[in-house]
């Protein structure tokens, strides 16, 4: 007797509580499946080293010494011998896998369509203004966190992160003469929850339920990465059996609310509800279509503090291709990819490269597509072997992104002087700007043109970069974007950059145009002063990024992203032997998405669980860090 009721007892309670079978399961499983990654081909050495971070040199602002290392032109001859890898695309993902499998032994090519290198981390200079494109603020690069040490890795530490203002993001809603200005404080959540509170008093109450929501949210994108990380077939079963739903109940609870429902469920207060959901931009998607999981990491990423790269996002590239070549490695540029070569095995076995109607195939081992899913699957593989892969439903299922229009000014005088602040500004004329954009989404560009912009991001390079007034000095440059379809300039496609014709020249300008008068009222100082004026639409996107549809994240951010079986699919083994994926589509767009998702292919391919790895060089950098003296350097 005195045995049996204990067990008795637990064998109910396991029957009362089936989750704990479940978990037991999935525990089982994931250390079976461990032990199966790691028993399989020998797992390549381990690329990370606390030896590899060195003291940062001065930026370099010499262009023609940052052209040698960024413009690179393709030429057959300046392939070097021997490579085993080749990377379709140079932004942050793919030079993040080189990088890392470089220092695992591998000889990597990176191939890159555009005439230089970096994808969204690349700048371009015009008459005397430099321009980012697609990097305003990273987040979680304080010394010692782990998306820090990682990025140190990667530039071996010689690109610096100069934290931008404490008040990193000011949100600005209504008429832009009189806007009603908030700003979101960093530093930590409770001096982020502080200031709101300052701001909505009779919030207090709905500020702490968000609070708690970003805290769960911390964990919870490990429900996208672990069925990526598992056996494709373990995944399988985990999510068929609902287990990976059962075991993951915070993460699917977050990731199929929208954060406009949460919104409601909290508070009556629209005003309140606009400046808390301001920052959807940052994905495309507005808050009724964004998941409460994707709001959550996109504003904790940001709530520590942000941070700009020293130079400007062109350092990036910059710093991490010499380390791809120091390896044996090369990144080329000015060669797009027109077609992944597949062998009569199914094997994807080369790349090639067209350049003025010329074709150079180029043969290697492994084939690692940084383009994006769409691309790849939909462009680069022959159409008869694309059909056959689970993700190609998802080409028109989930869809791209939305696509942007930049307006790049530069501006004459320093932004000390004018006031320009180290932060960005999301612009709005109203509360309901859900209503706003979609109504203007359905504009005629020319309709749009006599409109004023119902959401505008304002962004300040020359305020955020400190060697900014060395190379420019007397100069500002601003950026002011919105998001914008791709159907508004759809009709100019055919037509040839920079000679489209005077008709898409005149309404691109005409949009630009009423964004600057916007800006001008929000920022008096700069009136009058403008010098210099161009507008990117998704047409500049699709020819500067490569983006099919010029869209600004790869596919769609929208709910269903995120579903667990789209992202058990959307993992770097692509079921075509010799073909791999990275890039934001296999993680999330941002920074730290794409170096992220280089991490984990070169984990797909190295064979070896690099987030530990990864895990225990934070441990040690922190020790480090605390006693720098310990440190040795090779
Ligand atoms: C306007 C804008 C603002 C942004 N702001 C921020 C921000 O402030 N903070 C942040 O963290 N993130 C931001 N992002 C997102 C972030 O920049 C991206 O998610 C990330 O850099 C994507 O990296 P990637 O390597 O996946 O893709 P990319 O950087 O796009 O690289 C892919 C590369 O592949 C090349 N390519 C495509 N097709 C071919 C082909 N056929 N042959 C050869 N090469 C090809 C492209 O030219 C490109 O260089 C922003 C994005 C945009 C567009
Ligand atoms: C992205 O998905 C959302 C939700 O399904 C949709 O409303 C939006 O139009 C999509 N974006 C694009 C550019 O297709």
């Known amino acids: 007797m005195g045995l049996v009721t204990p067990i008795v007892g ?62 690179q032109r393709f030429k057959a001859q300046k392939v070097p011998d021997n490579i085993d890898t080749i990377v379709i695309g140079s932004g942050m993902s793919g030079l993040s896998t080189a990088v890392i499998l470089g220092r695992a032994g591998y000889k990597v090519l990176v191939l890159e369509q555009h005439d230089q290198a970096g994808g969204c981390c690349h700048t371009f200079i015009d008459k005397g203004f430099e321009f980012d494109t697609g990097i305003h603020y990273i987040g979680k690069m304080m010394d010692g966190d782990m998306t820090r040490v990682l990025t140190d890795q990667m530039t071996e530490g010689q690109v610096t992160w100069c934290p931008m203002d404490p008040e990193f993001d000011i949100v600005a809603i209504g008429d832009p003469e009189k806007a009603r200005k908030y700003t979101m404080l960093s530093g930590g959540k409770d001096k982020f929850a502080k200031h709101l509170e300052e701001y909505f008093p009779s919030e207090k109450v709905a500020i702490g339920k968000l609070m708690k929501a970003l805290e769960e949210g911390k964990g919870a994108f490990w429900g996208v990465l672990i069925p990526k990380i598992l056996p494709l077939w373990l995944s399988k079963i985990a999510i068929k059996t609902g287990i990976y739903h059962l075991v993951m109940r915070k993460f699917i609870k977050m990731s199929t609310k929208t954060f406009r429902s949460f919104l409601d469920d909290i508070t009556d207060n629209e005003e309140f509800k606009a400046v808390i959901g301001y920052i959807f931009g940052d994905m495309g998607v507005v808050p ?32 991490m291709i010499p380390i791809i070549e120091r390896y044996g490695g090369r990144v080329l540029v000015d060669a797009p990819i027109s077609e992944i070569l597949v062998n009569d095995k199914g094997r994807a076995h080369g790349v090639r490269v067209r350049r003025n109607n010329v074709d150079t195939d180029l043969f290697a081992r492994r084939i690692i597509s940084s383009a994006g899913v769409i691309n790849t699957f939909k462009y ?116 040839r950059v920079k000679h489209r014709g005077d008709d898409y020249n005149t309404i691109k300008e005409r949009i630009g145009r ?107 950098t922190r020790k480090l860090n605390k006693d720098p003296a310990a440190k040795k350097t090779d």
Request: aromatic content about 12%.
């Open 380 to 495: 680069l593989l022959p159409q008869e072997i694309a059909v056959k892969s689970p993700l190609h439903r998802y080409i028109t299922e989930i869809g791209p992104s939305i696509g942007c229009l930049t307006t790049f000014v530069g501006i004459d005088g320093n932004s000390a002087e004018l006031g320009l602040p180290k932060a960005n500004m999301w612009a709005f004329l109203n509360v309901d700007y859900e209503r706003d954009l979609e109504e203007y989404k359905n504009l005629t560009p020319d309709e749009a043109s006599e409109r004023e912009c119902p959401l505008m991001f304002l962004s300040f390079p020359s305020a955020k970069d400190p060697t900014w007034e060395e190379k420019f000095p007397g100069k500002s440059v601003v950026l002011l974007i919105t998001l914008c379809p791709w159907e508004w300039f759809k009709s100019w496609e055919n037509g």
């Open 10 to 71: 637990v064998a109910n309670y396991l029957v009362e509580n089936p989750w704990i079978l479940a978990l037991l399961f999935l525990l089982y499983c994931f250390i079976y499946a461990l032990s199966i990654m790691f028993s399989g081909p020998k797992p390549g050495r381990n690329p990370f080293s606390t030896k590899h971070v060195r003291p940062a040199k001065p930026v370099i602002t010499d262009q023609s010494l940052r052209n040698k290392i960024l413009k």
């Open 514 to 620: 009423q964004m600057w008068r916007q800006c001008e009222q929000l920022f008096p100082a700069v009136e009058g002063r403008l010098e210099y004026m161009d507008v990117g639409t998704p047409l500049s996107n699709k020819y500067y990024l490569g983006q099919p549809e010029g869209e600004m994240y790869g596919m769609n951010h929208s709910m269903n992203r995120f579903d667990p079986e789209l992202s058990m699919y959307l993992r770097p083994q692509t079921g075509i032997p010799g073909l791999y994926l990275t890039g934001q589509d296999v993680l999330t767009a941002s920074f730290s998405g794409a170096m992220h998702s280089g991490l984990l292919t070169a984990s797909a391919i190295l064979h070896r669980n690099l987030f530990n790895d990864l895990i225990a060089l934070t441990k040690e």
């Open 288 to 319: 009724s279509e964004l998941s409460v999981l994707t709001y959550s990491t996109l504003i904790n990423h940001y709530i520590p503090g942000a941070y700009y790269p020293v130079g400007g996002s062109s350092e990036i590239a910059f710093q």
